[in-house]
């Protein structure tokens, strides 16, 4: 153990501006240390004691510092550097991983520095007032605004900042719980102080199981059942049996039902019912797959982090892209992953610093976090983040939720996968620290205001260039036929991946084979360990020795951890003794399922009491601003979305890359016309008043998307996530029940399977005796292939002079919409599509867009016409004329109600003169209408009738939707 | 004889499928090459005609973009680099690829003007299409004074010079390449046009050679027309300009088709 270190600090040179800097004297003041000087930032890092200087100015000069635009100051081991009381220094806790310091480590020996392992290499951060401060003020206020105490320390740099010291190996040896003789209330004690989160019933399950054996249980046996049963990883309550209740408003039974399985009755059912052949993979591996060509499928998976992004928005966010591009490369034997999306579920921007529960960060900082998160995990992997959302709403400020999700190509004779005894278990990636213990078993358990303190461990940090080797190495070893099977480490880390890759034979492991990051971990520690960055390869022994030394060049970690055998048993071994033996049966099919009770109430919902009056400029710039229709530019301008080169369709598009598109096409391969569109639909507003129908609505936006961007819906697969409230209460498993029927219906009604799905059932808030659901959420991801990139139309205008027309009609339903929130109107009937028209809508303007007919095309969504007609003239600097009279309508509507209703499965398309007839033609049963056309000047002219309603310049409606971004 | 491409490889390096793939549709062969291969045996690097680092974020640019990569380059390759270059080779980087040739002290390939790359001025990653002027030194590649539309990607793409009359010794060295400009072809140093505020608005540096050459947007992410942001409507060239660089690049190497 180290007591001391070189201390290297690099400061830009102070001509140099410091954004960083800049930044953290606006947190300081943001919570309440309003400064007068200004605050630099800078980088450092430990080196160990045992070099002497002249080689730590070689470090320095040659690895450390920018030779033009920083500055650098060594400090000798022992000593204090000059004006430490007003610098903080920001570094990580012990345990946490350190990238940065890593890849140090590892430049040092290219200066021939040899540094043994025991020795500290650490970075930190630094911020330093530049002027007169209070210390204890800058340490206090500082260690909230510029660090995240859960992962992080700040200290004064006067102090000694010594490196971490390096933890005792424990001679941990088998353990056993006694569990034979306890009462129920003991039973669900030990699952409380164990934080296994099993109910009585498990545990009573347990208790029984190990009766008969006629033991104990070991502490690992009890680890591994309770992360396998965990709701996280198996799903109890969408796969459990349900007995649904509804009522209208009075409360008069209106229908029950019973579910013996939710999810199989529903979602699952659907696809079963149509088994469309285009669906290769559906609901059984790491990721559903579908035909984009004869021999290629795409991969597709989506995935929530919300408890980790709540704790550290960007670790949480980063992992979570990092642990569904793991989940593409887990399936069939690996897809290699060419796109990537994610969507946020925020908190309201403007929500003052006073209305937040204790204990939970402000909705912006938590957003800049994922962002960021994102961005840096997304960009450093090379896979173009290309779709995604943002949704701001007050349920979400206690529990956001971050969903992420990742597209991958596979050869169709590596979709499936199968396990051979004898091949023995590889462990590839990163090393196993104590990150995340207990990841899967947190995430089943509600948030509490303590969260951020006790549950630190279960904060995980990304290291994407890990990843990046990890897909390099398994697509190379996969092309080379070198193993006979894959899957990832998530949730339950190896407990899961072993166990699940192991269900038909058997496994056999020896826990202490497995490489750490450092010592000290207890052996159920390593087992259930959610270490990012590692899967867990099923190798037949004659490639063993390829497979290893084709890591070894890529500098990945690659380890026999065990076998796979055929007693159908999971057997664990701790330097040779068992300490765990559990039958695959019972691990895998003895969960207990209780019936659970799920209410749904119908509510009374009026007409929507429209203004009569359309608002005039004024309130087209409200909507535009409002944070449903604001551009989001800024964020996908972070990503890296155009990287492998086949983003076609971009989630910005245009001439000045202004105009937002619907869904995002992309080519994974960059020889063939073939790609595939992406498009994402989500109501939480909508399904907080009915969940059936915001179910519905967020499938029919899902689909809309991808049709408008060239997807063919006759082959459009779908992806749910289901975010919602603790399920253990009836209110919250009714609406889910709503939604899963919903599901059903839609996905029946468009010809569009359900091939994978998530869910994220326990994110609620405690604080005293409230509790606080969000409201339910369903993320619907679209996914299509499409026959020729070439064909897709794009949002933005294309020439002055063609006809607009707007296809379907629009009705006066406006619960729940972007203007009915605006006017501060009452809960009013919300929109649904309509299942009987619908699909022949999107298969008719599929084949406009196929024979070539559509200029430019967008669908209306949030904000209604209005909105839709503003984004496509961003897209081009033209502007338009729309005549609101002469919009398809059912029933009647008023002008305002015909701007800015939400009424689904309605697109706004640009046609040539010439070409309207033949594409009226396509729509003989469906309504549609011409309604304006696109204008030289950029200007946007309503009309209702022969009467103007307004007129406003392009640039107006641009400033307004950019709020200033 | 096709012209023969050595693309390296390395952990951290993300763009070498559309590299690769430009190349080859640009006409040359191309094989690759991870770093730890190419270290034992860098005589190899000889046999080909052009050496290429793709973009990415070697070892995470976890001590600055490039930093590691361009240290390695530098203890094991750089010998071998300034042969193939001496002996009529070149040597290309994008993006990260670029960062790395000017760490490792092979671009601007004159001694006296020190510079670097830092920072964007937004302080965080653009992903926004550029338009790049064509300097003179770069005339054997494309037109002088033509537009190439490249999407720029990137967080540390600012070019910085130590020295205030910097920008004219580039210029004088015959180094700049390429500038980011406005629509009108005008160089400029303004966001969004230029990304990053790079001085002298450069986003591409040459050796005085013209043979030693790097830049920070991606040319080869322009495929054509359905790449473009606006698919074709004008604003971004012709869908044409991205190939005709590369081919530009690889003109001295390709035999005359003799059929």
């Given amino acids: ?347 309201p921007e403007d ?164 490489p750490l990051k450092y010592p000290g971990l207890s052996y159920w520690e390593i087992w259930v360990s959610e270490a990012q960055e590692r899967m867990v390869l099923s190798v037949p022994p004659e490639h063993l020795d390829e497979l290893l030394d084709l890591a070894a060049t890529h500098e990945v970690g690659a380890t026999v951890i065990g076998t796979f055998r055929d007693h159908r048993r999971l057997v664990l071994k701790w330097h040779g003794e068992c300490v765990g033996d559990l039958p695959m049966d019972f691990l895998h099919g003895a969960v207990p399922q209780p019936v659970r009770r799920a209410e749904n109430q119908r509510l009374r919902l009026g007409p929507t009491p429209w203004p009569a009056a359309h608002g005039g400029a004024e309130f087209l710039y409200q909507v535009l601003a409002h944070p449903a229709c604001a551009s989001k530019e800024w964020v996908v301008r972070q990503y890296d979305h155009e990287v492998q080169g086949g983003t ?202 196929e024979s070539g007919l559509v200029q430019s095309c967008h669908d209306l969504s949030e904000g209604g016409l209005g909105v839709a007609a503003a984004e496509m003239a961003f897209g081009a600097g033209l502007g338009l004329r729309l005549d609101l009279a002469r919009v398809p309508v059912r029933g009647e509507l008023g002008v305002r109600a015909r701007l800015y209703s939400e009424t689904p499965t309605r697109f706004l398309v640009e046609v040539e003169p010439d070409q309207v007839e033949d594409f009226g033609a396509l729509f003989r049963t469906q309504p549609w209408a011409t309604c304006g056309e696109v204008l030289a000047e950029a200007t946007l002219v309503v009309l209702d009738g022969s009467q103007e309603c307004f007129r406003c310049s392009l640039d107006s409606l641009l400033q307004a939707n950019t709020c200033g971004r | 004889m096709k012209a023969r491409v050595l693309q390296l490889f390395a952990a951290g390096i993300n763009c070498d499928r559309e590299l690769r793939h430009m190349f080859e549709v640009a006409g040359a062969e191309v094989e690759e090459a991870h770093v730890r291969e190419l270290m034992k045996q860098p005589q190899r690097v000889l046999d080909y005609d052009l050496f290429a680092i793709p973009g990415g974020f070697t070892y995470g640019d976890d001590l600055g973009a490039g930093r590691i990569l361009a240290l390695e380059v530098e203890c094991f390759l750089l010998e071998q680099l300034q042969q193939l270059h001496a002996q009529g080779g070149s040597v290309f980087g994008v993006c990260n690829g670029f960062q790395v040739l000017v760490k490792c002290g092979l671009l601007p390939g004159v001694a006296g003007i020190p510079l670097s790359l830092t920072w964007n001025d937004t302080h965080r990653f653009e992903c926004r299409w550029s338009r790049l002027l064509v300097e003179p030194t770069l005339g054997h590649v494309l037109p002088a004074g033509s537009l190439l539309p490249a999407p720029s990607a990137h967080a540390e793409g600012k070019i910085v010079l130590a020295q205030e009359d910097g920008f004219e010794r580039l210029q004088q060295a015959g180094c700049v390449a390429l500038r980011y400009a406005d629509v009108h072809g005008t160089p400029t140093r303004a966001y969004p046009d230029c990304p990053n505020g790079s001085e002298g608005a450069i986003a591409g540096l040459v050796s005085p050679s013209g043979r030693i050459l790097g830049l920070m947007p991606h040319p080869e992410r322009n495929l054509g027309l359905q790449s473009l942001p606006d698919r074709g409507a004008g604003a971004w060239g012709t869908g044409e300009e991205g190939i005709a660089f590369y081919r530009g690049l690889l003109a001295p190497y390709q035999a005359p088709c003799t059929a």
Avoid at chain 1, 444 to 470: F, M, R
């Fill in chain 1, 1 to 347: 153990m180290q007591s001391s270190a070189w201390r290297v600090e690099l400061e830009l040179d102070s001509s140099r501006p410091d954004p960083v800097g800049k930044a953290a004297l606006q947190a300081l003041a943001d919570r309440g240390l309003a400064l007068t000087s200004p605050v630099r930032s800078g980088r450092g890092f430990l080196l160990p004691a045992s070099l002497n200087r002249s080689q730590v100015e070689t470090v320095t000069r040659r690895l450390l510092a920018d030779p033009v635009t920083e500055c650098s100051r060594i400090v000798a081991p022992g000593e204090v550097p000059d004006g430490g009381a007003s610098t903080l220094v920001v570094r990580r806790l012990a345990g946490v991983a350190d990238p940065e310091a890593d890849s140090a480590r590892r430049a040092l020996a290219l200066l021939d520095l040899e540094v043994g392992a025991e020795e500290a290499v650490q970075s930190y951060r630094t911020y330093r007032v530049d002027g007169p401060v209070d210390s204890a003020d800058l340490l206090r206020v500082g260690g909230r605004a510029l660090a995240n105490p859960t992962i992080e320390r700040t200290d004064l740099a006067s102090a000694a900042v010594l490196p971490h010291p390096v933890p005792d190996d424990l001679p941990s040896s088998r353990r056993e719980v006694p569990l034979l003789e306890a009462t129920p209330e003991v039973l669900e004690q030990l699952s409380s102080t164990m934080a296994l989160a099993l109910s009585r019933a498990e545990m009573e399950a347990i208790q029984e199981f190990f009766r008969q054996a006629g033991r104990e249980p070991t502490d690992v046996e009890l680890e591994t059942l309770a992360q396998t049963w965990s709701e996280h990883c198996k799903h109890k309550t969408l796969t459990g049996p349900v007995h649904l209740v509804e009522t209208d408003a009075d409360g008069e039974i209106l229908r029950e039902r019973h579910f013996n399985n939710l999810l199989k009755e529903t979602v699952f059912a659907a696809t079963q019912k149509m088994s469309p052949e285009w669906c290769w993979s559906v609901f059984k591996d790491n990721a559903g797959v579908f035909a984009m060509t004869d021999e290629i499928g795409i991969a597709v998976k989506v995935e929530t982090h919300n408890h980790p992004s709540a704790l550290d928005p960007y670790g949480g966010a980063g992992t979570g892209i990092g642990g569904v591009i793991r989940d593409i490369l887990g399936t069939g034997l690996g897809a290699r992953p060419f796109a990537a999306t994610d969507l946020f579920c925020v908190g």
């Fill in chain 1, 351 to 514: 929500l003052p610093r006073e209305d937040l529960p204790p204990g939970t960060m402000h909705p912006d900082r938590i957003l800049d976090g994922v962002i960021a998160g994102v961005r840096d995990y997304g960009n450093r992997m090379g896979i173009p983040t290309v779709c995604g959302g943002l949704v701001r709403h007050p349920g979400y400020v206690a529990n956001p939720l971050v969903f992420a999700g990742c597209l991958g190509e596979i050869p169709r004779s590596m979709v499936d996968k199968k396990v051979s005894p004898g091949d023995v278990i590889v462990a590839l990636g990163g090393r196993t620290g104590r990150d995340g213990i207990h990841g899967a078993t947190f995430s089943s358990e509600a948030l509490h205001q303590d969260s951020d303190t006790v549950d630190a461990a279960a904060v995980q940090i990304g290291d994407p260039i890990t990843e990046k080797k990890v897909l390099d190495v398994l697509i190379l070893a996969r092309d080379r036929g070198l193993y006979s099977a894959v899957t990832d480490c998530g949730a339950g880390g190896f407990s899961s991946a072993v166990g699940e890759m192991g269900e038909e034979c058997g496994a056999e492991v020896e826990l202490s084979a497995a």
């Fill in chain 1, 648 to 849: 076609v369709m971009k989630p910005y598009q245009g001439v000045d890359g202004r105009g937002p598109g619907d869904g995002t096409v992309v080519k994974p391969r960059l020889d063939l016309p073939q790609g595939v569109a992406i498009g994402c639909g989500i109501a939480p507003a909508v399904a907080q008043l009915d969940a059936y129908a915001g179910t519905a609505l967020a499938i029919d936006e899902a689909i809309r998307n991808v049709v408008a961007a060239g997807g063919n819906p006759h082959r459009t697969a779908l992806l749910d996530n289901f975010c919602w409230g603790d399920c253990r209460k009836a209110d919250r498993l009714g609406s889910l029940s709503r939604a899963a029927e919903a599901c059903y219906d839609a996905a029946l009604a468009y010809g569009a399977p359900f091939i994978s799905g998530k869910d994220s059932l326990n994110n609620e808030y405690r604080v005293g005796d409230t509790e606080v659901a969000i409201p339910p959420t369903l993320l619907c991801t679209a996914v299509a292939p499409v026959a020729d990139t070439q064909r897709c139309p794009g949002t933005p205008l294309r020439r002055a002079g063609n006809i607009l027309i707007q296809v379907g009609a629009s009705s006066a339903a406006g619960g729940a919409s972007v203007a009915s929130e605006l006017l501060d109107l009452q809960d009013s009937a919300v929109p649904a599509p309509d299942f009987d028209t619908a699909p022949t809508l999107f298969d008719a303007l599929h084949q406009a867009i």
